[in-house]
């Protein structure tokens, strides 16, 4: 029996998330036929956290149990030549049977995108959270250090959590602001802004929350030091709307020890 870990890169705005659901089209259930239509085997794909439907991925991990022999160099190729164009297997790993995607991980990354110019960006529309208007994108960046650390997080995670503890350690929560795409003679544009949040786990909803309630604060309802009033109130209706789904992306998982020699220096170099 061989462990074989994958990375996964996605598209998932025409699917209903990561793992496999009763009304089906989920990543999940499109890598398991192409695997059985490789292998002939019934495999199940454990990954490292699941994404919500129309939610994307560069930095998805799975590993798997499987029988066959095939080389570890062929599994990306011959796995891309039967699969969509809006899901790329980019690397393989032989890992030992201990190792799963979701236990053994120690640090998750997730990038959201919003688009604050004028006119939304037609190539990249389907990853990008238009908002033309006007954001205070400095409060914005300033209300980012009140998540870090370890804290309750209910007001950031959707009242249909079925976790026993909502209790989360953020590492670090920060803002790329890319001006490169504003127009000179389009004084409204803003450009790209890029929130990347790093933790040891989040809960459903939780990073779509954070950007919907940092989005109020840009908008001028709330103040950025309203964030640490909110965390504290443990309260979902303390906090904003839940974004858009589109906008957000698993960028990065992190792995030690099992991985620390292939894996995690490969999915490091992804930030």
């Given at each position: 029996?061989r462990?074989i870990?994958m990375r996964v890169?996605y598209?998932?705005?025409d699917?209903?998330g990561?793992?496999?659901q009763p009304?089906?089209?989920?990543i999940?259930?499109?890598?398991?036929?192409?695997?059985?239509?490789?292998?002939?085997?019934e495999i199940k794909?454990?990954?490292?956290?699941?994404?919500?439907?129309?939610?994307?991925a560069r930095g998805?991990?799975?590993?798997f149990?499987?029988e066959?022999?095939?080389?570890?160099e062929r599994?990306c190729m011959?796995?891309?030549t039967?699969?969509p164009?809006?899901?790329?297997?980019?690397?393989?790993?032989?890992?030992?049977?201990?190792?799963?995607s979701r236990?053994?991980a120690?640090?998750k990354?997730?990038?959201?995108?919003?688009?604050?110019?004028q006119f939304?960006?037609?190539?990249?529309?389907?990853i990008q959270?238009?908002?033309?208007?006007?954001?205070d994108?400095k409060?914005?960046?300033?209300?980012?250090p009140?998540?870090?650390?370890?804290?309750d997080f209910t007001?950031f995670?959707?009242r249909?959590s079925?976790?026993d503890s909502?209790?989360?350690?953020?590492?670090?929560?920060r803002?790329?602001h890319?001006?490169s795409?504003c127009?000179?003679?389009?004084p409204?544009d803003q450009?790209?802004?890029?929130?990347?949040?790093?933790?040891?786990?989040?809960?459903?909803?939780?990073?779509?929350?954070?950007?919907?309630t940092l989005?109020e604060i840009g908008?001028?309802?709330?103040?950025?030091e309203d964030?640490?009033h909110?965390?504290?109130?443990?309260?979902?209706?303390a906090?904003?709307?839940?974004?858009?789904s589109k906008?957000?992306?698993?960028?990065n998982v992190e792995y030690?020890?099992?991985?620390?020699k292939?894996c995690?220096n490969?999915?490091?170099?992804?930030i």
């Amino acid at each position: 029996m061989r462990n074989i870990c994958m990375r996964v890169n996605y598209d998932g705005t025409d699917y209903f998330g990561f793992q496999t659901q009763p009304i089906g089209n989920t990543i999940q259930d499109v890598i398991e036929k192409s695997i059985k239509y490789l292998t002939g085997e019934e495999i199940k794909i454990h990954a490292s956290g699941r994404t919500d439907a129309g939610v994307h991925a560069r930095g998805q991990v799975f590993h798997f149990h499987t029988e066959s022999k095939i080389p570890l160099e062929r599994w990306c190729m011959a796995l891309n030549t039967r699969l969509p164009d809006d899901i790329l297997i980019t690397d393989a790993y032989e890992v030992p049977l201990s190792f799963h995607s979701r236990r053994s991980a120690k640090r998750k990354t997730y990038r959201y995108t919003i688009n604050a110019n004028q006119f939304a960006d037609l190539f990249n529309r389907r990853i990008q959270l238009h908002h033309p208007g006007k954001l205070d994108i400095k409060a914005m960046n300033e209300s980012l250090p009140y998540l870090l650390g370890t804290h309750d997080f209910t007001s950031f995670a959707s009242r249909h959590s079925t976790k026993d503890s909502h209790v989360r350690t953020l590492y670090e929560a920060r803002m790329d602001h890319d001006t490169s795409m504003c127009r000179v003679d389009h004084p409204r544009d803003q450009g790209i802004i890029h929130i990347y949040l790093t933790g040891n786990g989040f809960l459903q909803h939780m990073v779509r929350i954070i950007i919907g309630t940092l989005l109020e604060i840009g908008e001028g309802k709330r103040q950025p030091e309203d964030m640490k009033h909110i965390l504290a109130a443990q309260d979902r209706s303390a906090a904003g709307p839940t974004a858009v789904s589109k906008g957000l992306m698993l960028w990065n998982v992190e792995y030690e020890n099992l991985l620390k020699k292939t894996c995690d220096n490969v999915l490091r170099s992804s930030i």
